[in-house]
């Protein structure tokens, strides 16, 4: 007999076993960035690379994630997430799903990777291994570089246990007294302002006759650790274990009792420089119960946040072997490419404006159409960096408007409006002084930004202000014309050439008067509803998302074809979610790129069975967003700022455009066609919650989206040329 399809009143889409869990979806994410760093076919200074960026994650996710469930346990809060889980159950599955990934991390890195290093000529030691001449070297180098730095703090009844600092590595040591054989405990920080891993000079590194030697060098704490009798004089050294603790560093802060936002924030900055509650311990495996216990007890741990690591602890520091210059271990290199309409155009070179033959310049080139850039495949420098920079001189250019959520510590983009501000030009900057671990350099800017007269406001109370929008305000003859920039990344030169992300310029009316609007909002007081263009959250995003999914809906309803195509960092939101599984039961085609955190499952019966999820894990992070509705042939697509999450549709201010203009629109397609079809770094998301990685094949040979679309951009501007 066929199966007949449940009715909408039979089936409750809200119920918990259609959603995955938001905690366990982002460790998937991470195990598909360990995956990058075990497979062979990723480079081997990038599979370093991606083991470290595999341990900073985590180190985040406990900092800012585990730490808030700790603190709803505490509370003894019983709210359930969608998935129908309570805080110390979600507590319960992290460990159960993360300790074997960790335990692959670390047995990978020994096992595979660290032989690996010594065959390429890269030989990580042992202190122990070291000859005569080495150690020699070593002992002098820490009397001289290491001993100078270090205290030794003693814990016994006159000295209260230290305050261990967050992320740091220890040394627990236990030291006997000769006279009287009483032990003391005693803890050692390995230094954060030295090197993590000390190379020995050439002539003493490792002599290989088959090979070159790029690197020979010993861990920083091994050194410490076998010159610990110039801290303890006198004593006898009886043992030494390494340990590393994460503590809980999100930011509390009351926007509402604070009178001056910036100076709330830098009293809070130094709270987490302390750290807060103490939330995971690493530790050697083979550290000694009563060693283990008294850490747990003066850390207020108990054992279920003990990580116990066999090898290296605080595998983030690998990072560093990405600065040797061995190309061949790495990624080809990549020179991001100038669009093809604005190579030969004016570059702004200070004040001075270098000419282009043809006598155009950035604002002509927007004024023949609207323009979109892709990075990092083409140039971060030649477009976004250059229009700010041109306005900045530009004496027909009377005022810029900006927000700034995260920018790189050197940032060319702020000196640029501070040229424009000296300029004698109305600059308006909205620095979002609450961007996660990016605060303290949002604070500097802004103050720099302030003293040459910058108007700089920190955003709208009890929201984040995500959108990244720059409005430059131009006179030409008699009527003044605005030209933006509405994209999906930060107003990073650096992250712009290891993100992907897209930005559309543009001086249409609509979106000129929609980002003037917007600016008022941002800047001082008003209550808009609507907007003429643009989606901004939290006042019409999510109404208007919903709507267009319900849109697809009914034109299936009505006998014609459904289809979404939708790319984004992560999907959260319950209620998208389960329009989407109306959408799915009415017969709309969904296909959804999601590189991290996805809540919805895909291929279930009678709910998501026309909707597929992959996520694609690369040499560069997907952090684009791109929002296709077919709406009956009369096409529509987006990009902007925003996931689909409750805190981008309710707690932030975001902004998504429309695109207009039909090329433009019919290459963003083409985009989301080239990642639905990649079969090199795309994972199919299952039913279960498991991703399996998409393989080639005799008759479908590999195709890497990110290797076509960089090929793709030179084939562009070498076609310019």
């Not at 992290?94 to 335990?103: A, D, E, K, M, W």
């Not at 010993?218 to 274990?241: C, D, K, R, T, W």
């Not at 420089?273 to 083979?286: A, M, P």
């Not at 980002?515 to 909002?521: A, E, G, I, P, S």
Request: hydrophobic share 40%; proline share 6%.
């Amino acid at each position: 007999m066929p199966r007949t399809k449940k009715t909408a009143t039979e089936i409750n889409l809200k119920d918990p076993q259609y959603y995955f869990n938001r905690e366990l979806s982002w460790l998937e994410f991470n195990r598909r960035v360990l995956h990058e760093a075990c497979d062979p076919r990723t480079p081997l200074l990038e599979r370093l690379k991606f083991l470290a960026i595999f341990s900073s994650n985590l180190d985040e996710f406990f900092m800012v994630r585990v730490a808030a469930l700790k603190e709803q346990v505490a509370a003894k809060v019983t709210q359930l997430t969608p998935d129908g889980r309570t805080p110390q159950e979600q507590l319960d599955a992290i460990s159960q799903r993360l300790r074997p990934l960790v335990t692959q991390q670390h047995q990978h890195f020994e096992q595979v990777i660290r032989p690996a290093l010594a065959q390429a000529g890269i030989y990580i030691l042992d202190y122990i291994d070291l000859n005569q001449e080495q150690r020699t070297y070593l002992q002098d180098y820490f009397e001289e570089q290491i001993f100078p730095v270090l205290t030794p703090l003693a814990i016994d009844p006159s000295h209260p246990f230290p305050f261990i600092s967050n992320l740091s590595l220890n040394l627990a040591v236990v030291v006997k007294n000769p006279d009287t054989d009483a032990e003391f405990f005693a803890r050692v920080k390995v230094p954060k302002a030295l090197p993590r891993f000390l190379a020995l000079p050439p002539e003493l590194g490792v002599q290989a006759n088959e090979q070159p030697v790029h690197w020979t060098g010993v861990l920083l704490e091994q050194v410490l650790a076998h010159n610990l009798e110039s801290l303890f004089p006198g004593m006898n050294i009886q043992e030494y274990y390494l340990f590393r603790i994460t503590r809980d560093s999100d930011l509390e802060l009351e926007e509402d009792e604070a009178d001056d936002l910036l100076q709330a924030i830098e009293q809070e900055l130094r709270k987490r420089r302390v750290g807060g509650s103490t939330v995971r311990l690493e530790i050697e495996s083979h550290i000694p119960e009563s060693v283990r216990l008294k850490l747990l007890q003066e850390l207020d741990l108990e054992e279920t946040d003990v990580y116990e690591i066999q090898g290296l602890l605080g595998l983030g520091d690998l990072m560093s072997f990405l600065a040797l210059p061995l190309p061949e271990l790495k990624d080809p290199p990549w020179k991001a490419v100038v669009p093809p309409r604005v190579q030969g155009i004016s570059v702004p070179i200070g004040p001075e404006i270098q000419e282009s033959e043809e006598g155009k310049d950035f604002f002509s080139v927007i004024k023949e159409g609207d323009l979109l850039v892709h990075h990092p495949y083409e140039s971060f420098s030649a477009t976004v960096l250059r229009f700010i920079m041109q306005a900045a001189y530009d004496p027909d250019v009377l005022a810029i408007k900006m927000t700034l959520y995260r920018t790189s510590g050197d940032s060319p983009i702020v000196n640029a409006l501070i040229a424009a501000a000296e300029n004698g030009k109305q600059v308006a900057v909205l620095v979002e002084l609450k961007a996660r671990f990016d605060e303290e350099n949002n604070i500097y800017w802004a103050r720099r930004l302030e003293r040459v007269g910058v108007h700089v406001v920190y955003g709208v109370t009890g929201l984040k202000t995500h959108s990244k929008i720059v409005m430059v305000v131009r006179r030409e003859g008699d009527r003044i014309h605005r030209y933006v920039h509405i994209g999906t990344g930060n107003y990073n030169p650096k992250t712009a050439r290891l993100y992907t992300d897209l930005g559309l310029f543009s001086c249409r009316e609509e979106l000129g008067a929609d980002l003037t609007d917007l600016f008022n909002y941002l800047t001082g007081y008003s209550r808009q509803k609507s907007y003429r263009q643009l989606l901004v959250a939290p006042v019409n995003m999510r109404d208007r998302f919903l709507a267009l999914i319900r849109r697809e809906i009914e034109h299936c309803h009505n006998g014609a074809t459904g289809r979404i195509v939708a790319k984004m960092n992560s999907l959260v939101d319950p209620q998208i979610i389960a329009t989407l599984y109306e959408a799915s039961r009415a017969g709309v085609q969904i296909d959804l790129i999601v590189r991290g955190i996805c809540c919805l499952c895909p291929g279930l019966q009678d709910i998501s069975e026309n909707i597929r999820v992959i996520s694609i894990v690369g040499r560069f992070l997907e952090h684009s967003r791109i929002f296709y509705f077919y709406n009956n042939g009369q096409e529509e697509t987006f990009i902007g700022s925003a996931d689909w999450m409750p805190r981008n549709l309710d707690r932030r201010v975001e902004a998504i455009t429309p695109v207009a203009d039909p090329k433009i629109a019919k290459d963003l397609q083409e985009i989301l066609g080239i990642m639905l079809a990649d079969n090199r770094q795309a994972w199919d998301l299952q039913p279960d919650g498991s991703y399996i990685q998409r393989q080639p094949t005799e008759d479908s040979p590999e195709a890497s989206s990110q290797k076509i679309l960089m090929q793709m951009a030179l084939d562009a501007g070498l076609a310019k040329e």
